[in-house]
């Protein structure tokens, strides 16, 4: 796909309705050649469009994701994946299906604390390098703090496929969450339950006071 298309998908992703002068501007590219990558994204199921009533006059027509396009994923790779995870959680216990996922959380936690010594960076420090870290899993992510708590925000879904027919998959970035930012993490919106994007909230505490926190817990 070409640097302009990606680029395209990205904006659509983070603002998930856009206008053609919409895509244009945060582009950098005329409308006219937006136009022509949208009719090649929409030929190929990525993107679809409908008319939005916005103020007086005439509806304005917006662009959003598919379902195909929140994943990248190859069929035959992702029927393969759901029928070994299908195999699993027929030969597990619930519990113990749920800790796989945690487990790999958690691992890439410990990876990354192999390469980089993180546990000496402030709060915002590891925000920031989460974003990055979940980037590379292919999340578009961003957070900010409101108050006395920081809402980290996942506007795509790399997992949206299996999530589909496992949602369990979740546990594996809401873990690595948790385990970076050495605080809990909870969820209140899910792409999967039909919302926008996935939003984690974690409280903006000193991490001075982490032990405290968690032999509470």
Known sequence: M????DRILK????RQRCTINELAEAVGINPISVRHHIVKLQAEGVVDSDEERHGVGRPRRVYFLTEDGQEHFPTRYLRLTNRLLDRLKDSLSDDTFDALFSKMGEEMAEDLASELDWQSLSMEDRLDLLKEVLQEEGFIVEWQRKGDDYYIKELN???YQIGQNHPEICTVDQTLISKVLSVPAKKIRCILDGDSHCTYVVPAIPLSNVEVLESMA
């Not at 070409?2 to 298309?5: E, K, L, Q, V, W």
Request: proline letters at 9%; charged letters at 10%.
């Open 2 to 5: 070409s640097n302009t298309r």
């Open 11 to 14: 904006t659509i992703v983070s």
């Open 157 to 159: 879904c790399p997992y």
